[in-house]
């Protein structure tokens, strides 16, 4: 099994940049995705960023050129470099880490972006 501990979260004003970071640990050998949803209030989580292990790429289109994410193999790590933040990305960012037939997500990190 797998575990992931995300963090990097807070308030800033639109406009401001964080970066979230999320540190895997465990059965990481059949792991083959990575990557960030999040969940506003009253809302369904949706996709923010993913990385496979060949490290194609897939954005949402409302964070496309705006985000980015990395991803360490040597360190077991995935990073969320959110630049040029609006308030509506306010939402609890969970990282995922995926292999076939599973689905592992982190505990969440707290995003709030005031106007």
């Known amino acids: 099994q797998a575990q992931l501990v995300e963090s990097g979260g807070g308030l800033v004003q639109a406009g401001e940049s964080l970066r979230l970071s999320c540190v895997a640990s465990g059965r990481l050998s059949f792991i083959n995705i990575m990557g960030w949803y999040r969940q506003a209030p009253g809302k369904q989580r949706e996709l923010v960023a993913t990385?496979?292990?060949?490290?194609?790429?897939n954005y949402s289109d409302s964070v496309k050129g705006r985000f980015t994410i990395v991803g360490d193999n040597a360190k077991n790590t995935v990073y969320l470099q959110m630049n040029r933040l609006k308030p509506e990305d306010t939402a609890v960012y969970y990282c995922l880490a995926s292999r076939v037939g599973m689905n592992y997500w982190g505990k969440g990190t707290l995003v709030t972006v005031s106007s």
């Open positions: 990385i496979n292990s060949g490290g194609s790429i």
